[in-house]
């Protein structure tokens, strides 16, 4: 069992960065795929960025070049460095995990707010 816990989500100005990291507890060494996730109000869970255990990553389109997701040393932490936000950036942002035998493990999500 992988439980994940998210923090880092606040109210930032359009321009601005946030930092969001998500803790992975349990069988950790059963993880072999991290990302991260977001909902906006009336619009489907969609893909921001993963890692794998083997460091390569992923993006969705509307994020490449502004966010970067990256792990510490120990891949006890993903990261989700943001940088110039924009107000569609505005939702719900899930840390994710997926793990070598099929399963799949949910953050409870952190709100991540763009707007002056």
């Known amino acids: 069992q992988v439980q994940l816990v998210e923090s880092g989500g606040a109210l930032v100005q359009p321009g601005g960065s946030l930092r969001l990291s998500c803790v992975a507890f349990?069988?950790?060494?059963?993880?072999?795929?991290m990302g991260w996730y977001r909902q906006a109000p009336g619009k489907q869970r969609e893909l921001v960025a993963r890692i794998t255990s083997g460091g390569d990553t992923n993006y969705a389109d509307s994020v490449k070049g502004r966010f970067t997701i990256s792990r510490n040393d120990a891949k006890t932490t993903v990261y989700l460095q943001m940088n110039s936000l924009k107000p569609e950036d505005t939702a719900v942002y899930y840390c994710?995990?997926?793990?070598?035998?099929?399963?799949?493990?949910w953050g409870q999500g952190t709100q991540v707010t763009v707007s002056s």
């Open positions: 349990g069988s950790i060494f059963s993880i072999n795929v």
């Open positions: 994710n995990s997926a793990q070598k035998w099929g399963g799949s493990s």
